[in-house]
Nanobody
Framework: QMQLVESGGGSVQAGGSLRLSCVVF????????MAWFRQAPGKERQFVAA????????HYADSVKGRFAISRDNAMSTVSLQMDRVRPEDTAVYSC??????????????????WGQGTQVTVSS
């Protein structure tokens, strides 16, 4: 079915930047709202950011507002997460997710149907 493949994870110093990418295969990318989630060891998965199908609306967790930016390139079937001024608490496995966009507000989406395998982000102090 739908395949999502993340890349761009790695180690970075606190205050630095990292850019994650997720390429989607097997579906018409422009029909889907996309999101990034993260999960640290021993913690519950957290919502990070979401973007609607045409890229005109975004939504962010309070913890990353002003530091992270989600974007998409529908021609390349890719969603990205630009991470600036990262903090040690940003350390986690980051996964991208997709759901068909029916026009609902991004903050109201509680279920994503397709998930990538995740990419590790480690922020050192």
């Amino acid at each position: 079915q739908m395949q999502l493949v993340e890349s761009g994870g790695g180690s970075v110093q606190a205050g630095g930047s990292l850019r994650l990418s997720c390429v989607v295969f097997g579906r018409i990318f422009s029909n889907y709202a996309m999101a990034w989630f993260r999960q640290a060891p021993g913690k519950e998965r957290q919502f990070v950011a979401a973007i609607n199908s045409n890229g005109e609306d975004t939504h962010y967790a309070d913890s990353v507002k002003g530091r992270f930016a989600i974007s998409r390139d529908n021609a390349m079937s890719t969603v990205s997460l630009q991470m600036d001024r990262v903090r040690p608490e940003d350390t986690a496995v980051y996964s991208c997710a997709a759901v068909l966009d029916y026009g609902w507000a991004l903050k109201s989406i509680i279920r994503y149907d397709y998930w990538g395998q995740g990419t590790q982000v480690t922020v050192s102090s």
